[in-house]
Each structure stands twice: as structure tokens, then as C-alpha cells.
């Protein structure tokens, strides 16, 4: 179920089409990476991977603070498209594109520690790591988030540790 919108002045694919046109298109980074996200939430991995694959030629999201929650959601949702294919390809690049939110996480905690203890969480999941490694990684990144205010992404470590928990029970 893919959340489109529609009104009777606005159109998601005229909008989608308008800003094709411009080059470049701030919007569309804009628009690509928060649909992106929204497919990932709703677990509609393939079409979020779809919308980062339309995004990699966009020399933007490198120069604007799209930059960050497109690196981020590129990882998670690399690795939900590992699990649904096991193509060691996005693992191996998620383990490299990693290191560039842990350089961000090791200059300001407050504002990435809290995703790449989620991306570590994660990783540990799937490597089927021992349950008590796997949750205390889930509980660092729920914590850290809360602690910086970033409720989104503290409820979003929350959903994918129950899902963990409900998954090895």
C-alpha cells in the first residue's frame, strides 16, 4: 500500500514530471529520499531500493542535509534488499558506506551516534549474532535517539527491535 497524493490542483506524478525537467532538482532529492523512507517504513523494500537506484546520479544529495537521511535510509533499506536476495553486493557496500556515518557519529553523537547503532543493530541481526548483543545494540540506538530528540528514529529502532524479538520467540 503505497501512500500517494492526490488533490484536485496536485498530482504526485505531475509533480514527479515537473521536477525532471529541472536540472538539477532539489525537489526531487528532496521528494526521492522522503519516499524512499516512507517505502522502508512500509516495508516495501524493492520500491524504496528502486527510488535510491533513480537517485545516484544526483550530485545534490552530496551539497544539502538531504545527504544524511538518504545515507542513512540507503543502509537500511540495502539491507532489507540483502535479506530478500542475499546479493553480497549490498551487504559488502553497506559495510563500506557504513564507516561514513560512523566518521559523522564519532564527530556528533548527538545527531548520528543513535542511526549508526541502529545500522550495527541491524548488521548484528543478520549475522544472527547472540540474541543479548543483538538487543543491546537495538536498546544504545533507541536510548541515544530519545536522549537527542530524534523521535522518529527512536520509534523506528523500537519497531525494528520488536519485530527482532518477535522473530526469535
Not at 544526483?58 to 540507503?74: N, S
Request: glycine share 2%.
Amino acid at each position: 500500500p503505497i501512500l500517494k497524493i492526490y488533490e484536485e490542483t496536485f498530482s504526485e506524478e505531475g509533480f514527479v514530471e515537473l521536477c525532471k525537467r529541472q536540472t538539477p532538482s532539489m525537489p526531487l532529492t528532496i521528494y526521492l529520499t522522503h519516499k524512499a523512507q516512507q517505502l522502508y517504513i512500509l516495508e516495501d523494500y524493492q520500491e524504496a531500493y528502486a527510488k535510491l537506484i533513480a537517485m545516484e546520479s544526483f550530485d545534490l544529495i552530496k551539497t544539502t542535509t538531504v545527504e544524511i537521511t538518504h545515507a542513512f535510509y540507503t543502509l537500511l533499506i540495502s539491507l532489507a534488499m540483502y535479506e530478500i536476495n542475499q546479493d553480497k553486493s549490498l551487504k559488502n557496500n553497506v559495510l563500506e558506506k557504513k564507516e561514513q556515518l560512523k566518521n559523522w557519529a564519532e564527530n556528533c553523537p548527538e545527531n548520528f551516534l543513535h542511526k549508526y547503532q541502529l545500522i550495527e543493530a541491524e548488521l548484528a541481526r543478520i549475522d544472527q549474532k547472540e540474541w543479548h548483543i543483538v538487543l543491546d545494540l537495538y536498546e544504545q540506538a533507541i536510548e541515544n535517539a530519545k536522549q537527542n530528540d530524534f523521535r522518529q528514529e527512536a520509534a523506528l529502532a523500537n519497531e525494528r527491535c520488536g519485530k527482532y524479538l518477535e522473530s526469535i520467540h
